[in-house]
């Protein structure tokens, strides 16, 4: 299998200097390696989520891989206080906002009959009110850059795969946000896009789902025959952001390998 190569072997170094990305779930996984990328492109970043502890440390490893500037901010995206503070914090910090990652997400696996009613509501409160609270505290500062906006989905729906019913509903949510708002921050410059990534390799929504499958399925069922990697959705996320996709607003491009047109299958 070719390795996936780096975004900077595909962009140029440069193409986000100046810049500012803030990021919800910034500090693992997906979300992690996206906002890498773009430091590695010549943004700041500002990374969020509810553990500081392991927010510096993940801030730390991105300063050292990209020697870049990315700063931390302890913030539940459930607590409007929080992402206004994580805001504050971004323009105190570095001036601006120019891209708005929405990443953070919760999920695990439950029949829904099994799923107590605060399960079902936490993730919804996660998913679609945390991208909600966080997009509308820095739309000003989005509109002022003629910034662009990423919201994380899944492909969860497209098939109703079983047990995901809390999470794959409030990522339809999320992508019926992605429309609304592309239209309604279009006449401001702002573009608003989705990316919905399939099994990705060593990250925590794989180790939770692909309890799902037993030891190579999820390979074997991949139309291009490998499980993602970060990178892969990275790579999405920097074409999005990029000048690049000037004219694409609306959109939830699906990164997956063909994975979810294999029946219910994410
Ligand atoms: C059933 C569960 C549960 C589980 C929590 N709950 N975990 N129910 N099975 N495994 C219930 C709790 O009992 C509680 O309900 C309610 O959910 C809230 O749980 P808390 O622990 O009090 O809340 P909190 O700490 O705020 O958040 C819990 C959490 C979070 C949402 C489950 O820990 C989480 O999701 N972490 C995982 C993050 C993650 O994996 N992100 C990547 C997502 S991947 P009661 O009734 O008891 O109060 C993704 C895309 C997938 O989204 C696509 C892959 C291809």
Redesign the pocket.
């Known amino acids: 299998m070719a390795a996936v190569p780096k975004t900077t072997e595909i962009f140029k170094e440069n193409i986000f200097a100046g810049k500012v990305v803030l990021c919800s ?1 910034g500090g693992s ?1 997906i979300c992690y390696t996206m906002t890498e990328a773009m430091v590695q492109h010549g943004a700041k970043a500002v990374i969020i989520s ?1 553990s500081l502890e392991k927010l510096e440390k993940a801030a730390a490893k991105m300063r050292s891989a990209t020697g870049g500037q990315v700063l931390a901010v302890a913030a ?1 995206v ?1 607590k409007p206080a929080d992402v206004e503070n994580a805001v504050k914090k971004s323009i105190e910090a570095f001036g601006r906002i120019d891209f708005l990652i929405n990443g ?7 029949p829904f009959e ?10 919804h409160e ?2 679609v009110q945390g991208t909600f609270n966080l997009t509308k505290a820095a739309s000003e500062h989005l509109k002022a850059s003629k910034g662009s906006i990423i919201n ?5 729906y497209y098939t109703g795969l079983p047990f ?1 019913s809390h ?1 794959g509903s ?2 339809a949510a999320v992508d019926a946000l992605t429309k609304h708002w592309a239209v309604e921050l279009g006449p401001f410059g702002v573009r608003v896009n989705g990316i919905s ?4 390799g060593d ?7 692909g309890k799902l499958r037993k030891a190579g399925e999820t390979e074997s069922r991949i139309p291009l025959g490998r499980q993602g990697v970060t990178m892969d959705i990275a790579q999405s996320c920097v074409f999005l952001f990029s000048d690049a996709a000037a004219w694409i607003t609306g959109h939830t491009l699906v990164v ?1 390998g063909g ?1 979810w047109m294999n029946t219910s299958f ?1």
């Open positions: 779930g996984g509810r539940d459930r953070a997400a919760g999920n695990f696996l439950a099994k799923m107590s009613y605060n399960a079902f509501k936490t993730v996660i998913d994380v989905s899944a492909t969860l995901q999470a409030a990522k990534p399939g099994p990705v990250t925590e929504g794989m180790s939770r789902l997956d994975a994410v």
